[in-house]
Nanobody
Framework: QVRLVESGGGLVQFGDSLRLSCTVSGGAIRNMAWFRQAPGKEREFVAAITWLGLPRTDYADAVKARFTISRDNVKNTLNLQMNSLNLEDTAVYYC?????????????????WGQGTQVTVSS
């Protein structure tokens, strides 16, 4: 069974940077992604990356040019470097994985989820 464990969340100030990580264990994965859910809002797509072969990435417009998704296949780790954080980035961040052959932004198409890590941006 695939197991995903996030780490790296915390409280930061407006404009700061933060790096999230997600360790992957227990099975094969083809794509990984980060989602986030703010209080009172639906879970939303943040970024995705292919897990095998040449990395291909996809970003939500709200984070493009500020966030960078990356992978370390040796350490079986997914990362999300978040720069220029603003108040709207406050949310619980989840890593997710699936075995689909193409990248997707739909949360329903991800079978494996971590427990989430809180990111809070203060003014």
């Amino acid at each position: 069974q695939v197991r995903l464990v996030e780490s790296g969340g915390g409280l930061v100030q407006f404009g700061d940077s933060l790096r999230l990580s997600c360790t992957v264990s227990g099975g094969a994965i083809r794509n990984m992604a980060w989602f986030r859910q703010a209080p009172g809002k639906e879970r939303e797509f943040v970024a995705a990356i292919t897990w095998l072969g040449l990395p291909r990435t996809d970003y939500a417009d709200a984070v493009k040019a500020r966030f960078t998704i990356s992978r370390d296949n040796v350490k079986n780790t997914l990362n999300l470097q978040m720069n220029s954080l603003n108040l709207e980035d406050t949310a619980v961040y989840y890593c997710a994985g699936n075995r689909m052959y193409s990248l997707t932004r739909a949360s329903a198409e991800f079978s494996y989820w971590g427990q989430g890590t809180q990111v809070t941006v203060s003014s």
